[in-house]
């Protein structure tokens, strides 16, 4: 509030502030050049200008006597404004506050770039890459696709055929994530698929919808879904395959069978899991090791290691004897993940 008329505050020049004015540093040069007495302190300027030509006015209300010196600042800070710069600032930047988080900031940089340098010099390969021995161990190469178009399925299960890895201890598994129809595709994915590998079916050779358990809530738990099995040919390799189709309950309406890839993992991760503890399997399993064991001729317990290939994913000619030898050489490895890379990284642009 304004000072009262009786108070010596009402000639406070903050009585009349209004407002901040910004100004640069070049303007305070300019100042100085042109003879005035300005310099910043703390982002503050100040201008001693008439002060320091002795334009020093005391008002005083009535009854009251001014001191008689005039000089009410130090004659140190005339003298810092007389002689500095544009900004007297004290510098801290050689205070202990400051110079400990320097210290800090290049320990911790000099500790980060020699692991980083370390970690390169370690990843360093200067003789050429060993081929590792070949592998007898069974394994199941496991594809679940959705809404792939045919060009994409087809280069990933091709890749998984020509694998360099002996083709009777392959197995090729296929898990069809529902009847959905691709956008650009004219058919379901599961009949892409069956078409791709060739699988010849009538009316009288349709498998039966079998149930199984899915990852879902309430009444999405119960599935439905049909195993097709048999061999595929592809640049003189010959592996067996086994496709399974979730096409859901009767009353499924909207993406019938569909339930995530994730559920399509677990159907062969719980199968495997009744395989090898003898625990009681569901339809759909029970026709799972049916197919394997009698229609392809070995029997699931054999079954090892499992390579997970995403539909649109192709795979290297060694990956999977590589992948093996890792595992077999190193019990500690209980999973692996593959470096994954863009095929058509340059033709996009």
């Excluded at 130090?74 to 007389?82: E, R, V």
């Excluded at 050429?128 to 959705?146: G, L, T, W």
């Excluded at 299960?157 to 090729?172: G, N, W």
């Excluded at 064991?293 to 699931?300: E, M, T």
Aim: hydrophobic content about 35%.
């Amino acid at each position: 509030p304004p000072a009262p008329a009786s108070s010596p505050r009402q000639f406070f020049r903050s009585n009349f502030f209004a407002g901040h004015i910004g100004v640069t540093a070049a303007e305070i040069d300019q100042r100085r050049r042109a003879g005035r007495l300005v310099s910043a302190i703390g982002g503050d300027v100040y201008d001693l200008t008439l002060y320091d030509q002795g334009q020093r006015i005391f008002l005083a209300p009535p009854n009251y006597t001014p001191m008689g010196s005039k000089d009410f600042l130090p004659a140190s800070l005339i003298q810092l404004f007389t002689g500095g710069s544009s900004d007297v600032t004290v510098d801290t930047r050689r205070s202990p506050q400051c110079m400990f988080s320097d210290y800090v900031l290049l320990v911790s940089s000099i500790l980060l770039m020699s692991i980083i340098g370390f970690k390169f010099l370690a990843a360093l390969q200067l003789s050429a890459i060993r081929e590792p021995e070949e592998h007898e161990k069974f394994v199941i190469i496991q594809v679940p696709c959705y809404t792939e178009d045919e060009d994409s399925l087809r280069k990933t299960i091709d890749s998984v055929a020509v694998l360099r890895y002996d083709d009777k201890r392959k197995l090729l598994v296929v898990i069809a994530d529902g009847m959905i129809v691709g956008g650009g595709n004219d058919k379901p994915t599961p009949q892409i698929v069956l078409d791709i590998l060739g699988h010849e079916q009538d009316a009288d050779s349709e498998p039966e919808s079998l149930s199984f358990l899915s990852i879902g809530e309430g009444n999405r738990q119960h599935n439905m879904g049909k195993v097709y099995a048999g061999l595929y040919e592809c640049k003189g390799h010959v592996i067996p395959y086994v496709v399974v189709v979730k096409v859901g309950k009767a009353t499924e309406r909207s993406r019938p069978g569909n339930r995530g890839k994730r559920d399509s993992q677990m159907i062969l991760m719980r199968f495997l899991h009744h395989v090898h503890h003898g625990t009681p399997m569901n339809p759909l399993e029970l026709e799972i090791y049916h197919q394997i064991k009698n229609v392809i001729g070995v029997h699931p317990t054999f079954y090892e290691y499992i390579l997970m290939v995403d539909a649109d994913t192709e795979v290297l000619p060694d990956s999977l004897n590589r992948m093996v030898s890792c595992m077999v050489h190193d019990s500690r490895i209980m999973g692996l993940c593959g470096e994954t890379s863009i095929s058509n990284e340059k033709s996009t642009w």
